[in-house]
């Protein structure tokens, strides 16, 4: 089994894509961008393929020296170039007559759309997300109950979730955390910065799927408020953490509330069972709604409902102001709890659904339905 055939699907759209305009591919280092990159190459032979991180390659993107006979360009990390918009827009709107162009990177490139030229009305962006149960399964190696098993046991990143041992996968991901720090978060911060950044990623780790206030997190670290938020902000750009904010009506006043913070990769998650279980669902819901978004154009976003008596919804799907999902996950727990039946009741006729991954027996409880979650996360969209 490889990494290639459970992303076909999704290399099918972006080749699509590629025919029209110039498509940004964005996600987790070591999240299978490359590989992506390699399989879209292969349909446009002969292609180019360009890692700014490479001297050699960096001489000819900045010389504007790439092969005009080449049918797909792709261009690797090169928003880490000074004014790489006005470049991007200068090498799509210049390129020889029928050339694709593909940009990667391991950072999110709205964090680097601040000023200087427009993209606007030239491209098309798609997220790469680590493997999901859908994706595990479209390999045909793995049911749905077998994938969710590995995705709790070793994560969803291709190279730790396929290796052949679990020994093999802890090797790779304490590697993978360090480097994290060391490398990719020192593009965004000073050095005396890594330590405070360090112990702020070792606190998150152990937070998941709890109400996170960064003033608290400030004050253990002694830092500003401000420092803490920057260095979420950070881990989010370089997807490493992603918040998941209070559902409101009003978006400015749920960016108020706090929020839970969980990790792309859940085999760095630091808890039991359960937290890890509510990581991998969060992980897979937001992949579920970056798909929409970016395949089908669609406002779906994941929110989080908790009221002022600490009543709580793990997860709701909204499309735009309109809630559509209610959705409870739980270990074993079959029994859904008086308040996603009242809210299931409110927001009708949204969908509710109790996700549970040892279930005896499915379930309807009047609007609130108790289904596996193995089975039900393998329907989601991507």
């Given amino acids: ?100 162009m593909l940009v990667t990177g391991s950072a999110r490139m709205d964090t680097f759309r601040q000023g200087g030229e427009s993209l606007a009305g030239r491209y ?32 969803g990143f291709p190279e730790p979730c396929l290796a052949a041992t679990n020994t093999d996968a802890d090797r790779w991901r304490a590697q993978y955390a360090t480097d994290l720090i060391r490398e990719d978060v020192l593009e965004f911060s000073r050095v005396h910065e890594l330590r405070s950044m360090q112990m702020l990623f070792e606190l998150l780790r152990e937070r998941v799927g709890s109400p996170v206030t960064l003033s608290n997190l400030a004050k253990a670290l002694q830092i500003s408020p401000t420092t803490a938020t920057r260095y979420v902000e950070i881990l989010e750009s370089l997807y490493i953490v992603f918040r998941v904010t209070p559902w409101h009506r009003d978006v400015a006043r749920s960016l108020l509330k706090e929020p839970k913070i969980y990790f792309m990769d859940t ?47 793990d997860f709701v799907l909204a499309d735009g102001d309109t809630v559509t999902d209610l959705i409870e996950v739980k270990l074993s727990d079959a029994a859904p709890s008086a308040y996603l039946h009242r809210m299931a009741e409110r927001m009708a006729p949204a969908r509710a659904v109790q996700i549970v991954a040892e279930l005896r027996q499915p379930a309807q409880h009047g609007k609130v339905e108790v289904t596996d979650a193995a089975g039900w996360l393998g329907r989601l969209a991507a």
């Fill in 124 to 155: 098309f962006n798609w997220r790469l997300h680590p493997f999901s149960v859908r994706e595990l399964m479209v390999t045909g190696s793995f049911t749905a109950s077998a994938a969710l098993e590995r995705l709790l046991t070793r994560g």
């Fill in 1 to 100: 089994m490889t990494p290639n055939s459970s992303i076909r699907e999704f290399a099918d759209k972006v080749q699509s894509d590629l025919g029209r305009k110039l498509v940004l591919l964005t996600g987790a280092r070591q999240a299978g961008k490359t590989t992506l990159a390699r399989q879209l190459m292969a349909g446009f032979e002969p292609a180019q393929y360009l890692n700014w991180d490479v001297p050699a390659d960096r001489l000819l993107i900045t010389q504007n020296a790439w092969s005009p006979k080449a049918r797909l360009v792709v261009f690797d990390e090169i928003h880490k170039m000074r004014d790489w918009k006005a470049f991007l827009k200068g090498a799509w709107d210049g390129r020889a007559a029928g050339q694709a």
């Fill in 267 to 313: 085999g760095l998650v630091k808890g039991d069972a359960g937290a890890k279980l509510e990581n991998a669902v969060a992980a897979m819901l937001l992949k579920h709604c970056h798909h929409r978004q970016d395949a089908e154009g669609k406002g779906i976003a994941l929110h989080t409902i908790r009221d002022k008596e600490r009543h709580e919804i």
